[in-house]
Structures are given as C-alpha cells and as structure tokens.
Nanobody
Framework: QVQLVESGGGLVQPGGSLRLSCAASGRVRSINTMGWYRQSPGKQRELVATITSRSSTNYADSVKGRFTVSRDNAKNTVYLQMDGLKPEDTAVYFC?????????????????WGQGTQVTVSS
C-alpha cells in the first residue's frame, strides 16, 4: 500500500515562501499524476497543482504564477514551491498520487493521499 510522506509547511508572512515535499513509499507501483490539494475549514478539498510523469502541469487559477510543482520520478517525489504567499493560501495541503496498476489488458488506478501539512500565512 502506497503511503505519501510529506514535509514542509509552517507559518510564514504574506509574500513569503515555502517548499513542500512529498515522497511515495511502501508498495509503490506505477505513479502517473502527483500533486497537491488543499482544504480550508468549511471548504472542500480543492486542487492546487498536479504534474504527470511526463511533466505536464496543471494549476489552480489562484496559484498560477506563484506556485511551481515539480517532481523527481526516480524518487517518486513531488514538490510544491510556493512563492508570494497570501493569507488566502492558508490551508491544510495534501499530497496526491495516482497509482496505475494491473495488466495492460485491464489497467486500474488508485488515488492516494498524504496526511496533510498545515500552511499558515499570517495577516
């Protein structure tokens, strides 16, 4: 079973930066998409940024130009460089990985989630 181990997060001032890291461990098979979601109190979990194994990226409009997602395929690790942080970015950030498995004849996928790490941007 894949586990996503996160690091980073913390308290920063507006305009500051943080770098989140997340590495897949355990019974890792083939991982296609990795990325980050976030959730604030009273809100549903929302996409922040994703990146495929081919380095195609997708960002939420609210973070474009400020956040950069990257990955190391060999290490099954995804990163999120967050610059120009705003109070609105305050949330619990969850690492995400889409695991692909099964025979070619019948491919399956599994969504894996990290434990979450708190990012707080002070006023």
């Amino acid at each position: 079973q894949v586990q996503l181990v996160e690091s980073g997060g913390g308290l920063v001032q507006p305009g500051g930066s943080l770098r989140l890291s997340c590495a897949a461990s355990g019974r890792v098979r083939s991982i296609n998409t990795m990325g980050w979601y976030r959730q604030s109190p009273g809100k549903q979990r929302e996409l922040v940024a994703t990146i495929t194994s081919r380095s195609s990226t997708n960002y939420a409009d609210s973070v474009k130009g400020r956040f950069t997602v990257s990955r190391d395929n060999a290490k099954n690790t995804v990163y999120l460089q967050m610059d120009g942080l705003k109070p609105e970015d305050t949330a619990v950030y969850f690492c995400y990985a889409q695991e692909i498995y099964g025979p070619v004849e019948r491919v399956r996928s599994n969504d894996c989630w990290g434990q979450g790490t708190q990012v707080t941007v002070s006023s």
